[in-house]
């Protein structure tokens, strides 16, 4: 061979040396880092209500070792694992009618933490402990069959957020969570990176959702306060289908259906088939917690199975051999193949990757914001009573324009699209879906009279 071969950068393996070093500000969530502090501003979810029975069970949130239990009145607690006498794990702990008993030495802790009886001691160092001994304990809300927590400072605990899609009669809302071995950014990023739908989950193995999902289509990225949107508009036959993936800093997610729309059939304002956080359990592990939502607006019913949720969650189940994963790679091979955290210095972002880009941007900024001192912006409740949201998909029936080029055109429909809902955040649901769904009617029609004239 002759050195001339080598000149265009072929055969670089000598030269190309990534770098080892992850983005600590980013990807670091124990307690007292950057990225920890500011995701303990908010309320997560940490656990399904029905794995949680008469047992206290043992967590892993943001780097803190936890128990979440029970007690025989119906409380819960979220609590440090170990007991503050010699440290003791509560998760072997006795559930009692009032908070939890430590299995050693019988030291008995309310659900907020406090010590209400440290048994065999004199009356009056009993009394001293228990207004010396506190046992670390977060406040916890159940919701429709999800238990959150909240795990920063008491002083600055939001309300409990309520966004719309939690609210929604008409669906049948169904817990899930699922496990990626690797950093929790690594998964966050994807919901910003609608092409990914395109590839992983089309045509690079089976097509693992609705057919549509292989034509790749305009991508246009949308920021408006706390919410990162990117739409992803495709022109099939004589529809176009605008799906909306959505990011409400710093980690709820939604998207629309995996199942339910393929852009081959009408669909006026679909919502998101998943209500989900993406929430670290340490460094190098993160869990989706989640409802997948099935009904008219969501994913449709007959995938409401115990897979159903796992296949719309990562495009396959999570139960499969190397070989399986290699053939048909999901969510969990593509973002957990990247290493257990991936090192952003090593990456080459291209224009597809703006909704990237601008996630971890707004991210770092919020991170550097409670580092100084500020509150994290967060997600409000409008005058609707709730806190809006816009992932799912929408289908218009609008024939082709006669130019070789429809990009435009697309965008053009995204932003009306978003802006008809952004006009709607202060409507209940029922006059949202009403509005949003007559001025799609009429963006269809306005097309249907613009390609008439022409
Ligand atoms: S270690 Fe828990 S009571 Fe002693
Ligand atoms: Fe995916």
């Known amino acids: 061979m002759k050195l001339d071969q080598f000149s265009q950068g072929a055969f670089a393996g000598y030269e190309t040396r990534l770098s080892d070093q992850p983005d600590a500000e980013l990807t670091q969530v124990g307690p007292g880092t950057p990225c920890g502090d500011y995701l ?61 008993r430590c299995c050693y030495h019988g030291w008995h802790f309310d659900t907020d933490g406090t010590l209400l009886d440290a048994p065999g001691q004199p009356p009056h160092l009993n009394e001293r402990l228990k207004r010396r001994i506190r046992l670390g304990a977060y406040p916890v809300v159940e919701y429709k069959g999800l238990i959150f927590g909240y795990m920063g400072p008491i002083a600055e605990m939001p309300e409990f957020p309520v966004f719309d899609a939690m609210a929604f009669e008409d669906m049948e809302m169904v817990p899930y969570q699922a496990p990626f071995r690797c950093n929790w950014l690594q998964v966050l990023d994807a919901i910003l990176d609608p092409l990914h739908t395109s590839f992983l989950h089309s045509n690079i193995g089976r097509v693992q959702f609705s057919e549509g999902f292989g034509e790749v289509g305009q991508m246009d990225f949308f920021e408006k306060d706390n919410w990162l949107l990117g739409v992803n508009t495709r022109r099939v036959g004589g529809h176009i289908w605008l799906r909306v993936n959505e990011l409400v800093l710093p980690n709820f997610t ?56 796992e296949v719309i969650e990562q495009g396959e189940v999570f139960d499969r051999t190397c070989e399986q994963r290699q053939r048909s790679p999901g969510d969990a091979e593509a973002t957990e193949g990247m290493g257990r955290i991936t090192v952003h210095q090593n990456e080459n972002l291209v224009s597809s990757d703006r909704g990237i880009t601008l996630m971890r941007k707004r991210l770092r900024e919020q991170i550097r914001a409670v580092q100084k001192g500020e509150s994290p912006a967060r997600a409000s409740a409008t005058n609707s009573g709730a806190i809006p949201t816009y992932g799912g998909d929408t289908v218009l029936r609008i024939s082709r324009e006669d130019t070789p080029d429809e990009s435009e055109t697309l965008s053009q429909l995204a932003h009306e699209f978003m802006e008809m809902q952004y006009q709607a955040d202060d409507l209940n649901e029922e006059e949202r879906v009403r509005f949003v769904c007559e001025k799609l009617t009429e963006l269809e029609t306005q097309a249907a009279g613009s390609s008439h004239s022409e």
């Open 40 to 100: 303990r501003r908010f309320w997560h979810p940490v656990f399904l209500a029905r794995d949680l029975k008469d047992l206290p069970v043992a967590l892993k949130i943001l780097g803190e070792e936890l128990v979440l239990f029970r007690d025989l009145s119906g409380k819960l607690g979220l609590v440090h694992q170990r007991c503050p006498h010699r440290l003791a794990s509560l998760e072997y702990g006795k559930c009692e009618q009032r908070g939890i």
């Open 254 to 309: 939604q998207a629309g259906s995996a199942f339910a729309a393929d852009g081959t059939q009408r669909r006026l304002y679909g919502r998101s088939s998943f209500t989900r956080w993406v929430v670290p359990v340490d460094d190098e592990n993160t869990l989706a917690i989640a409802w997948a939502n099935f009904g008219e607006r969501g994913d449709p019913p007959e995938w409401n199975t115990p897979e159903g949720p």
